[in-house]
């Protein structure tokens, strides 16, 4: 398997932030959107941004800027189906998607994913974290999955795009039916996937730096 293409999920519309993308709030003396670059692109070997509207907006970023190709913003599945055609174009087999609030996520997040899917005949992997006991009684597994942050086989991009055309928005319920699985991360003492959703978490992210 080819290392994996990088997909940055940036095509939200931030209602509890008001509007607006997320991406380029100013976090520091970065955007959220550099910083995350900054962990990805060492990880695999292209990146794209999965954004709807003007892309001209990301121009300084460097990086192909991809649109969802379903309508009225069906959630992070579509961005993921905008970066699996993405990757087909590039010959690549398997894309790495990442959040675009999400600055604190893991340096190793593409090798733990890659070592999770071994033995897998579509790589198809969650990162995942330790729930607490009401997670525990709510969740198969007892962990919480963040799934935007995942690894994707590209051969299942036309199976999603008929999941999502029939009305598909829970994003475990298709991985389940593949048979996805979870990349286990520690977060004993801080949540590596912390994300900015509205102004208090930007104050929140301030104070981890």
Not at 46 to 60: E, H, L, T
Not at 89 to 112: E, G, H, Y
């Amino acid at each position: 398997m080819n290392q994996p293409l990088g997909v940055i999920l940036a095509g939200g519309q931030a209602t509890r932030m008001g509007g607006g993308d997320k991406g380029l709030l100013t976090l520091g003396s970065q955007t959220l959107l550099a910083r995350v670059l900054e962990r990805l692109e060492p990880q695999v070997a292209s990146v794209a941004i999965n954004a709807n509207g003007d892309p001209v907006r990301f121009a300084d970023y460097g990086h192909p800027v991809v649109a969802d190709s379903l309508q009225d913003f069906p959630g992070p599945l579509a961005g993921v189906l905008a970066g699996m055609d993405w990757a087909a174009s590039q010959d690549a087999d398997t894309i790495v998607t990442v959040a675009a609030d999400t600055p604190f996520f893991p340096c190793d997040l593409v090798p733990r994913l890659l070592l999770a899917s071994e033995g897998q005949a579509h790589p198809l992997v969650l990162a995942a974290t330790k729930g607490d006991a009401e997670t525990k009684s709510k969740s198969r597994s007892g962990l919480i999955r963040h799934p935007t942050f995942g690894l994707w086989p590209v051969a299942l991009r036309d199976d999603l795009r008929t999941a999502l055309g029939e009305g598909l928005k829970k994003v475990v319920l298709w991985t389940e039916k593949h048979g996805g699985r979870e990349a286990l991360f520690p977060s004993e003492g801080f949540d590596p996937f912390f994300n900015v959703n509205t102004p208090d978490d930007l104050v929140q992210a301030e104070e981890l730096l």
